[in-house]
């Protein structure tokens, strides 16, 4: 690769004799190839000479090719969030480490501090809560809605205390939280809501994107997702007025270029929170995540609608038995990302309950993913909050009744007609052994 070093807007010199260039080391022509490898993995004669003709290749453009000037938030960052806002319809957009960073700085803003309560639905992912459980905060956990396993907001209604500051609707499997109560209560006691969208990027309610409907939402590009980039990443979006800018900042420890102290390149100045001002930490993301990003996003409308069939088809299989309660496939008013398809049973018609089909399926070969589940039910939240997890359970019995009884996930993507059709006659055949007594 040619040496040339491009400088970083951090330490920005110009066209100037020595530079301090962005990028200590750059990545060489062996070390790309090493990455071609793992992205395109194979074995055997073919592959070893695709490999060596591509050897060839690189070498040449190695011989005329210059190193990226920066390879964290440079331009590729920026294309990504660029892309995010076209698509959600927002212009804050902020491209950080993962959804957990994400929840972290929105937390932050909210100023949260121990004995502070923090609702979040009782089935989730440890991330949501890890936060505000870090800091000593109360948990709330809100019941679910049968149908959709989402927080309920009738039970969030009744959780709501003056120590409430803030409520975390999760749209779990990428199927959209009931929010125009979430937000009625919300703005009637003034409490911030987070919406973990994790799941859910590209779902719709009532009209508008998931995501741009609470003060701060964050989504997940961890490997799993729809999308991904490169295995980690969260776009975190608010709706607070003026705080886009701040956002940004919080991502980097609240750097401040725009008014540098005397004799500096910049200033440390405070992020400004809810009640007052906060200390961010790092969350800053990579150029090459950005770029995969920004590719993925592109193709997220083609993604969503191959799932969309693949439940369409599982849901209208399972019409067949009434045992089954299949996934919802939403309507004009909910457009769920079909992260996951949620499959439940009705125990007494099935003549068993889930943990029964769950076993079934796993002797079939089905994958079902027991991944979300009674937070609650966590060591960690009975020593480091010292709650009692039966206790907790008493005010969630829905949550209690669908996980222990009715729910499980099937997976929805990358799945061959063949993958399809075996997972849904596993289920139907083992819902029919279960009626049968066998
Ligand atoms: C519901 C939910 N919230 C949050 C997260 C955290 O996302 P990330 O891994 O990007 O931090 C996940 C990840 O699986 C999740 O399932």
């Not at 750097?255 to 961010?280: A, E, M, R």
Request: include cysteine; aromatic fraction near 10%.
């Amino acid at each position: 690769m040619k040496k040339t070093k491009t400088t970083d807007f951090r330490y920005n010199t110009g066209a100037t004799a020595v530079p301090w260039a962005a990028v200590g080391e750059n990545y060489n022509a062996r070390d790309l190839m090493a990455i071609i490898r793992f992205l395109m993995q194979g074995e055997g004669k073919e592959y070893d000479d695709a490999i060596a003709a591509v050897w060839e290749q690189v070498q040449k453009l190695d011989a005329v090719a210059t190193p990226p000037g920066k390879l964290s938030l440079g331009s590729q960052v920026e294309a990504a969030e660029a892309a995010c806002n076209d698509y959600l319809g927002t212009d804050t957009s902020t491209f950080v480490t993962n959804a957990t960073a994400g929840f972290e700085i929105a937390y932050k803003y909210a100023n949260l501090k121990a004995g502070d309560e923090v609702i979040v639905p009782a089935i989730t992912f440890v991330a949501t809560m890890a936060y505000p459980l870090a800091i000593g905060c109360k948990l709330v956990f809100a019941d679910v809605d049968p149908k959709t396993i989402n927080m309920d907001p009738a039970d969030v209604a009744k959780k709501i205390t003056p120590n409430t500051k803030m409520i975390v609707p999760v749209h779990i499997g990428g199927y959209p939280v009931d929010m125009d109560p979430i937000m009625e209560l919300a703005r009637k006691h003034d409490i911030l809501v987070l919406e973990d969208a994790a799941h859910a990027f590209g779902a719709m309610y009532k009209g508008k994107k998931v995501g741009t409907i609470g003060d701060f939402a964050a989504f997940s590009m961890h490997e799993v997702k729809n999308i991904t980039s490169f295995g980690e990443g969260g776009i975190l979006t608010t709706t607070v007025p003026g705080f886009g800018d701040d956002m940004k900042r919080a991502r980097f420890l609240g750097l401040d270029f725009s008014c540098p102290i005397k004799d500096w390149l910049y200033n440390i100045t405070p992020i400004q929170g809810k009640f007052g001002p906060f200390v961010p930490g790092n969350s800053s993301t990579t150029e090459i995540q950005g770029l995969g990003l920004k590719l993925q996003v592109e193709r997220n409308e083609e993604i969503i609608e191959i799932r969309r069939k693949a439940a369409a088809y599982l849901t209208e299989r399972f019409a067949e038995n009434d045992a089954i309660i299949p996934q919802d496939l939403g309507g004009e008013d909910v457009k769920p990302t079909f992260h996951l398809y949620l499959l439940q049973i009705d125990p007494a018609k099935a003549g068993g309950d889930i943990q029964v089909l769950k076993k079934k399926l796993e002797q079939k070969g089905v994958t079902q993913i027991a991944h979300f589940g009674p937070l609650y039910r966590f060591k960690i939240v009975k020593d480091i909050l010292g709650l009692d997890e039966d206790e907790i359970a008493k005010t969630c019995p829905v949550c209690e009744e669908v996980f222990y009884k009715r729910f499980t996930h099937l997976p929805l993507y990358g799945l061959s007609d063949e993958q399809l059709k075996y997972m849904a006659d596993a289920v139907l055949e083992s819902v029919a052994e279960m009626q049968a007594g066998k």
